[in-house]
């Protein structure tokens, strides 16, 4: 065993300690190699419980983090999720291995080009991922038995995300109430009714709106290690 699986396997024992009980979340993380996601200068760090920078001013989420609220979704092998925000790809590979079909947006395209680099290294083929704007959803693919967001939400969720979840669907996203944020759950019971639920505070980069202008595209600090 190298010592990145080894590293892989103290993480997972580490976030059972932490109270993630569902073996099938547990196992997922286990698959995939978050070393992979990470810049080389910070490979030391891919397997702490710890958010990293992936560049463009974003990060690939806490190990915690991931393993809660993909927890808190209660994936079956039968579900069609949406992901907003790719980021690095690792929510999504994570996904990839519970349900039946992944649709992922992101708004920064050389991101989005870099996580599908992953997707096809990795073999995941139950994955589509699109650069553009989260906050509309994917109204050609939806309902979503799942909908999942990765970047906070400024208040109330868009209501086009809980519009785009089928009714008994839920949708897992940080929203932020002042200063701070929490991760809130929606399970939708009817047309315009939700049981909603916070489940822990958090701490997202933003959800903003329409595609990343190039502008906001200029810095590339970070080199990938794998890809
Ligand atoms: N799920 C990612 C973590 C992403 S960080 C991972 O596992 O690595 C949040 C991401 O949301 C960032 O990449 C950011 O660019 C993206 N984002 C923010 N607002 C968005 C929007 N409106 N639509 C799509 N992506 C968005």
Same mark, same amino acid.
């Given at each position: %065993?190298?010592?990145?699986? $080894?590293?892989?396997?103290?993480?997972?024992?580490?976030?059972?300690?932490? #109270?993630?009980?569902? $073996?099938?979340?547990?196992?997922?993380?286990?698959?995939? *190699?978050?070393?992979?996601?990470? *810049?080389?200068? %910070?490979?030391?760090?891919?397997?702490? &419980?710890?958010?990293? *920078?992936?560049?463009?001013?974003?990060?690939?989420?806490?190990?915690?983090?991931?393993?809660?609220?993909?927890?808190?979704?209660?994936?079956? &092998?039968?579900?069609?999720?949406?992901?907003?925000?790719?980021?690095?790809?690792?929510?999504?590979?994570?996904?990839?291995?519970?349900?039946?079909?992944?649709?992922?947006?992101?708004?920064?395209?050389?991101?989005?080009?870099?996580?599908?680099? %992953?997707?096809?290294?990795?073999?995941? =083929?139950?994955?589509?991922?699109?650069?553009? @704007? #989260?906050?509309?959803?994917?109204?050609?693919?939806?309902?979503?038995?799942?909908?999942?967001?990765?970047?906070?939400?400024?208040? @109330?969720?868009?209501?086009?995300?809980?519009?785009?979840?089928?009714?008994?669907?839920? %949708?897992?996203?940080?929203?932020?109430?002042?200063?701070?944020?929490?991760? =809130? =759950?929606?399970?939708?019971?009817?047309?315009?009714?939700?049981?909603?639920?916070?489940?822990? *505070?958090? =701490?997202?980069?933003?959800?903003?709106?329409?595609?990343?202008?190039?502008?906001?595209?200029? &810095? @590339?600090?970070?080199?990938?290690?794998?890809?």
């Amino acid at each position: %065993m190298n010592s990145a699986d $080894t590293r892989k396997i103290r993480l997972v024992m580490h976030l059972r300690s932490m #109270g993630i009980s569902d $073996t099938n979340v547990l196992a997922a993380m286990e698959k995939v *190699p978050r070393d992979a996601f990470i *810049p080389a200068q %910070m490979q030391d760090q891919a397997y702490e &419980d710890i958010a990293v *920078p992936i560049g463009r001013g974003q990060t690939i989420s806490q190990p915690f983090v991931v393993a809660t609220m993909t927890q808190a979704l209660e994936v079956s &092998d039968r579900d069609k999720v949406l992901e907003i925000g790719t980021g690095s790809g690792y929510q999504c590979c994570v996904l990839a291995h519970l349900c039946r079909r992944v649709y992922s947006i992101e708004r920064h395209k050389p991101l989005l080009l870099q996580a599908e680099k %992953m997707f096809d290294f990795l073999k995941l =083929r139950n994955i589509t991922a699109i650069a553009g @704007d #989260g906050m509309k959803g994917w109204p050609g693919q939806a309902p979503f038995d799942k909908i999942i967001c990765t970047a906070c939400a400024p208040g @109330d969720p868009p209501a086009a995300l809980l519009d785009q979840l089928k009714i008994g669907g839920i %949708m897992v996203i940080p929203v932020a109430t002042g200063e701070q944020q929490v991760l =809130r =759950r929606y399970k939708k019971e009817g047309e315009d009714t939700f049981a909603v639920k916070d489940l822990m *505070p958090v =701490r997202f980069v933003p959800l903003l709106p329409n595609l990343a202008p190039a502008s906001e595209n200029a &810095d @590339d600090e970070y080199g990938f290690a794998a890809g």
